[in-house]
């Protein structure tokens, strides 16, 4: 027989081998792999199938800490029944069914010690020991926990923050998630229990800029159903940064409330603030109100420097700052009085212009006057009697004693005079005053010469056509030399209710 025959041979007889062993195997049924927690309860379970001509005489379990160092832990006999041998199980294993068909046994209070492996065996006639194999995965839910860790700034790599995930089984995973630049590291610590305790640190060159901002930390393990996150945020401690704020450079003199603030950036939070002036003590006008500093009123003492130092327990800070105080003629708070003053001027100037203009038309329209048949005429004359135009009781006319003054159209401005009808009265030319009386006499004083007109007709008849040798000094005309004398200037009276008269004038 050649080599290569015996080669051949020794395979095959080992294949056949091989396939024996894994039928046999197979009839020893077992779960894989089972899992629990400490102080909990798990099933072992076992069991021959198609035994057939296969006598069972005995079951036994082993437990398998480490590979090769096996320990009996349970054993079940038909005859002799059941045994627990081994002291560690005593009083946590037993069997469920206690038969050898089905040998399963149940173990309670679990420890984390207590995973490894569980072997099920048979001991048979005439095909020996078969055997199945089950492995006890502990699991123990890791306590996790996570904290930012107080630091100081300056220029070292420390530790700003922690993680960790105590007695877990398997092994947790730990990772960060943050913005700012920086390094973590990860130990893993096994337990006499057999867990392990995992920890991660995070650092990084603290800075005031990094104080309060976020970092987060997360743990995975396999009891959890999803990673666990812890978020967190830096903490990192420094003396205080002063700053004033409030100045709006229009400190005027006499502005009242004036404000400044001092504004602090520290950690931890400033345990003082302090106002003065450089000067010394600050000016009697200054009332302080934590941090702020209120000026009740500007005056020359508050143009000065003033001084805010704050204090917390890594240090402590100062900030000047000058005020200005400048001159104000008015208080900027009386703008709207101004503006309603200047608006009421406006509307008064308003006013006396258009009065101005009301009287400029009217005497315009005088000068341009109508003729007596009601048409405007350009050689017209235009009469302004001064008296009352009534008849007198007895029938007579009215009296036109008073002085007639008469105008062309043709010729504006040009004033003539027509004389009395009585023999020998003469009149002087009209005044300034005479026109204006003449061509701005209202209605109510019109009336008012209508009654002295009808009061004097009731005069004897006779004695009003007297030659006024008789009349009193005041009703008597004035005579001139010439035929028409004109009247003087102070010959014009004023009355009480604003109109002008002329003393030497009678009216009837």
């Given at each position: 027989?050649s080599?290569?025959?015996?080669?051949?041979?020794?395979l095959?007889?080992?294949?056949?081998?091989?396939?024996?062993?894994?039928?046999?195997?197979?009839?020893?049924?077992?779960?894989?792999?089972?899992?629990?927690n400490?102080?909990?309860?798990?099933?072992?379970?076992c069991?021959?199938?198609?035994?057939?001509?296969?006598?069972?005489t005995?079951?036994?379990?082993m437990?398998?800490?480490v590979?090769?160092?096996?320990h009996?832990?349970?054993?079940?006999h038909?005859?002799?029944?059941?045994?627990?041998?081994?002291k560690d199980?005593?009083g946590?294993?037993?069997?469920?069914?206690?038969?050898?068909?089905?040998?399963?046994?149940?173990?309670?209070?679990?420890?984390?010690?207590?995973?490894?492996?569980?072997?099920?065996?048979?001991?048979?006639?005439?095909?020996?020991?078969?055997?199945?194999?089950?492995?006890?995965i502990?699991l123990?839910?890791?306590?996790?926990?996570?904290?930012?860790?107080p630091?100081?700034?300056?220029?070292?790599?420390v530790?700003?923050a922690r993680?960790?995930?105590?007695?877990?089984?398997?092994?947790?995973?730990?990772?960060?998630i943050?913005?700012?630049?920086?390094?973590?590291?990860h130990?893993s610590?096994?337990?006499?229990?057999g867990?392990?305790?995992?920890?991660?640190?995070?650092?990084?060159i603290?800075?005031?800029?990094?104080n309060?901002?976020?970092?987060t930390c997360?743990?995975?393990?396999?009891?959890?159903?999803?990673?666990?996150?812890?978020?967190?945020?830096?903490v990192?401690?420094?003396?205080?940064?002063v700053?004033?704020e409030?100045?709006?450079?229009?400190?005027y003199?006499?502005?009242?409330?004036?404000?400044?603030?001092?504004?602090?950036?520290?950690?931890?939070?400033?345990?003082?603030?302090?106002?003065?002036?450089a000067?010394?003590?600050?000016p009697?006008?200054?009332?302080?109100?934590?941090?702020?500093?209120?000026?009740?009123?500007?005056?020359?003492?508050?143009?000065?420097?003033?001084?805010?130092e704050?204090?917390?327990s890594?240090?402590?800070?100062k900030?000047?700052?000058?005020?200005?105080?400048?001159?104000s003629?008015e208080?900027?708070?009386?703008?709207?009085?101004?503006?309603?003053?200047?608006?009421?001027?406006?509307?008064?100037?308003?006013?006396?212009?258009?009065l101005?203009?009301?009287?400029v038309?009217?005497?315009?329209?005088q000068?341009h006057?109508y003729?007596?048949?009601?048409?405007q005429?350009?050689?017209?004359?235009?009469t302004?009697?001064?008296?009352?135009?009534?008849?007198?009781?007895?029938?007579t006319?009215?009296?036109n004693?008073?002085?007639?003054?008469?105008?062309r159209?043709?010729?504006?401005g040009?004033?003539?005079?027509?004389?009395?009808?009585?023999?020998?009265?003469?009149?002087?030319?009209?005044?300034?005053?005479?026109i204006?009386?003449?061509?701005?006499?209202?209605?109510?004083?019109?009336?008012?010469?209508?009654?002295?007109?009808?009061?004097?007709?009731?005069e004897?008849?006779?004695e009003r056509?007297?030659?006024f040798?008789?009349?009193?000094?005041?009703?008597?005309?004035?005579?001139?030399?010439?035929?028409?004398?004109?009247?003087?200037?102070?010959?014009?009276?004023?009355?009480?209710?604003?109109?002008?008269i002329?003393?030497?004038?009678i009216?009837?």
């Amino acid at each position: 027989m050649s080599d290569f025959t015996m080669i051949n041979c020794c395979l095959i007889l080992g294949a056949c081998l091989l396939s024996s062993q894994a039928v046999w195997s197979q009839r020893v049924r077992v779960e894989y792999e089972v899992t629990s927690n400490p102080n909990g309860s798990v099933n072992l379970r076992c069991e021959f199938t198609d035994s057939g001509s296969t006598k069972l005489t005995q079951v036994s379990w082993m437990f398998e800490r480490v590979e090769g160092d096996r320990h009996n832990i349970a054993v079940y006999h038909p005859t002799y029944g059941a045994s627990f041998p081994n002291k560690d199980f005593e009083g946590r294993v037993r069997f469920t069914h206690s038969t050898l068909e089905n040998p399963s046994i149940r173990i309670d209070k679990l420890r984390m010690a207590d995973a490894g492996r569980y072997i099920c065996e048979y001991a048979t006639y005439p095909s020996g020991n078969e055997q199945g194999t089950t492995t006890l995965i502990m699991l123990a839910k890791p306590q996790n926990s996570a904290t930012a860790i107080p630091v100081q700034a300056g220029s070292s790599e420390v530790v700003v923050a922690r993680c960790e995930a105590a007695q877990g089984k398997p092994e947790a995973t730990i990772s960060w998630i943050t913005a700012i630049a920086g390094r973590y590291n990860h130990t893993s610590v096994p337990e006499i229990d057999g867990t392990v305790t995992v920890k991660s640190e995070y650092r990084m060159i603290p800075t005031p800029a990094e104080n309060g901002k976020d970092i987060t930390c997360m743990v995975n393990q396999r009891t959890q159903n999803e990673p666990k996150p812890f978020h967190l945020k830096l903490v990192v401690e420094y003396p205080p940064t002063v700053t004033i704020e409030g100045y709006d450079n229009n400190w005027y003199m006499g502005r009242t409330d004036a404000v400044l603030i001092c504004e602090a950036d520290a950690n931890p939070e400033p345990t003082s603030v302090t106002w003065t002036a450089a000067s010394g003590q600050l000016p009697p006008s200054v009332w302080v109100e934590h941090n702020r500093l209120l000026v009740r009123k500007v005056d020359e003492t508050v143009n000065t420097t003033f001084v805010c130092e704050v204090k917390n327990s890594l240090g402590s800070a100062k900030k000047e700052f000058s005020a200005t105080v400048i001159e104000s003629t008015e208080d900027p708070s009386s703008a709207g009085m101004v503006a309603g003053a200047i608006l009421g001027s406006f509307l008064a100037l308003v006013l006396v212009g258009a009065l101005v203009t009301v009287l400029v038309m009217r005497s315009r329209r005088q000068q341009h006057g109508y003729s007596g048949d009601g048409e405007q005429g350009a050689y017209g004359n235009k009469t302004r009697l001064f008296g009352g135009k009534k008849a007198s009781k007895n029938g007579t006319g009215a009296n036109n004693n008073g002085p007639i003054y008469t105008y062309r159209e043709s010729e504006p401005g040009a004033l003539t005079e027509k004389c009395n009808e009585f023999p020998h009265m003469t009149t002087s030319p009209p005044t300034a005053h005479d026109i204006l009386l003449s061509g701005e006499l209202n209605e109510a004083v019109r009336r008012k010469f209508d009654a002295l007109n009808d009061s004097l007709e009731e005069e004897e008849e006779d004695e009003r056509y007297d030659r006024f040798s008789g009349l009193p000094t005041s009703y008597q005309i004035h005579r001139h030399e010439d035929e028409c004398a004109p009247y003087l200037d102070d010959d014009m009276e004023s009355q009480r209710d604003g109109s002008i008269i002329s003393r030497t004038a009678i009216y009837v």
